[in-house]
């Protein structure tokens, strides 16, 4: 099974400031088969990024996915107040496909 | 517009069995396949279940492998979670969700429905 490490747990930012969200797996993901999702409370996930790097349909371009092999960023550029959320990466490069423990992103 | 509506979330003792059921629309549901996923209140999100578009594919994790059973009826594009001997600890939100990509297994999850609450307890 691949696990994968989401830090940090919480990130405390104002407004307007860049997010970088990590997570890591304990195995190397070929082929960048990772997903990023957001969560806000009461919803069900919504994709951001897959592939490690592509942005689904209608998410903004301040969001941005990178990495390869073990270690994958989410960036958000310039947050807006809608994007205070929890953010998951999830692998499906293999079975069990695995998600990450979650970031929280919340208003400084 | 892709919509996804899980039902048959319900309270129920430990031992016992539910059934979820997913309805799809909006898209063609037997080109897909399909996933279910789990979520205690307040926690993450885990994995359950897979089945390909034409069902020759199926996946489980390990917590519920050999007490749960997904299946599809793409004439009535719908997916299903049969759950048997359910436990205390199977108690969460369930959601359903599409593959990104058509006819293959492993993509990203690229809709979700809003999830059906399953809760076991004596």
């Known amino acids: 099974e691949i696990v994968l490490t989401q830090s940090p747990a919480t990130l405390s930012l104002s407004p307007g400031k860049r997010a970088t969200l990590s997570c890591r797996a304990s195995?190397?993901?070929?082929?960048?088969?990772l997903g990023w999702y957001q969560q806000k409370p009461g919803q069900a996930p919504r994709l951001l990024i897959y592939d490690a790097s592509s942005r689904a349909t209608g998410v903004p371009d301040r969001f941005s996915g990178s990495g390869s092999g073990t270690d994958f960023t989410l960036t958000i550029n310039r947050l807006e107040p809608e994007d205070f959320a929890v953010y998951y990466c999830q692998q499906y490069r293999r079975s069990p496909h695995t998600f990450g423990g979650g970031t929280k992103v919340e208003i400084k | 517009e892709v919509r996804l509506v899980e039902s048959g979330g319900d309270l129920a003792q430990p031992g016992r069995s539910l059934r979820l059921s997913c309805a799809a629309s909006?898209?063609?549901?037997?080109?897909?396949?399909m996933h279910w996923v789990r979520q205690i209140p307040g926690k993450g999100l885990e994995w359950v279940s897979s089945?390909?578009?034409?069902?020759?594919?199926?996946g489980y994790a390990d917590s519920v492998k050999g007490r749960f059973t997904i299946s599809r009826d793409n004439a009535k594009n719908s997916v299903y979670l049969q759950m048997n001997s359910l436990r205390a600890e199977d108690t969460a939100f369930y959601y359903c969700?599409?593959?990104?990509?058509?006819?293959?297994?492993?993509?990203?999850?690229?809709?979700w429905g809003q999830g059906t609450l399953v809760t076991v307890s004596s």
């Open positions: 195995q190397s993901i070929s082929s960048s088969q």
């Open positions: 969700a599409k593959n990104l990509q058509k006819q293959v297994l492993y993509a990203a999850f690229d809709c």
């Open positions: 089945i390909s578009w034409n069902s020759d594919s199926i």
């Open positions: 909006g898209f063609t549901f037997d080109d897909y396949a």
